[in-house]
């Protein structure tokens, strides 16, 4: 299944939103916003640098790669959160380079599920597309507590994500149950007295044993007599 670590999903929108809204008052009230909600991330101080590093050693076609990437499918499949992505480079990069590393894995990942199934594909698309829009929704309600309109576009996100995992549920059932007769069907063929599977593989060992002998081996031609 596609997934998003929760915190960071939740923390980069969190920042989105709290941008978009902050806009209006100036940026000096932005970067407060932004600040704040950096601090609902725990993190390990210790490990953060070295993260930062290896991120800041992205070559710059890389970083345009991915930013391709979750572009297209947030304009494609979530235009809204496309609209709030957009202020965040300027106002808190480093946190956008985060947001954009996790689309772009989604976006990959979406891509290789399509190309091995493409009927589990459009229901992992549908999975993360209710997953995107209830954590925007729910970022956006934690700034509106009292906004009922948001509360009920979240319940109707809510259910939708229900009905993507049920039917890719379902579909993971139906792989088990197919490997499983397989796993069945391979059990039944090793029921029996051993000697007799055993003696059957050994004959079947042998004969292909000479028939490569008799391969390898070169014809034997006799010396022509004067």
């Known amino acids: 299944m596609i997934r998003i670590a929760a915190g960071k999903a939740l923390l980069c929108l969190l920042l989105l939103v709290s941008t978009a809204a902050a806009q209006k008052q100036g940026e000096t009230k932005a970067r407060v916003v932004a600040q704040n909600a950096v601090s609902i991330e725990a993190k390990s101080p210790e490990k953060k640098p070295a993260k930062d590093d290896k991120e800041d050693a992205v070559s710059e076609s890389e970083k345009a790669r991915r930013e391709e990437l979750a572009f297209a499918l947030v304009r494609k499949h979530h235009p809204e959160l496309a609209s709030l992505l957009r202020p965040l480079k300027r106002l808190r990069p480093r946190q956008y380079d985060q947001a954009v590393r996790e689309l772009s894995?989604?976006?990959?990942?979406?891509?290789?599920?399509?190309?091995?199934?493409?009927?589990?594909?459009?229901?992992?698309?549908?999975?993360?597309?209710?997953?995107?829009?209830?954590?925007?929704?729910?970022?956006?309600?934690?700034?509106?507590?009292?906004?009922?309109?948001?509360?009920?576009?979240?319940?109707?996100?809510?259910?939708?994500?229900?009905?993507?995992?049920?039917?890719?549920?379902?579909?993971?059932?139906a792989r088990v149950t197919q490997r499983l007769e397989f796993l069945n069907a391979q059990l039944d063929r090793l029921e029996g007295d051993m000697e007799t599977l055993v003696d059957e593989r050994l004959r079947s060992a042998d004969a292909a044993a000479k028939k490569k002998f008799r391969e390898s081996t070169p014809a034997s031609s006799e010396t022509p007599k004067k």
């Open 105 to 173: 894995r989604v976006s990959e990942r979406l891509s290789q599920i399509e190309q091995r199934s493409p009927e589990r594909y459009e229901v992992e698309l549908a999975l993360w597309k209710s997953k995107s829009r209830i954590q925007l929704l729910t970022a956006q309600l934690q700034m509106t507590p009292e906004n009922e309109e948001l509360r009920q576009r979240l319940r109707d996100a809510i259910a939708e994500q229900i009905v993507s995992q049920r039917e890719l549920y379902e579909m993971e059932k």
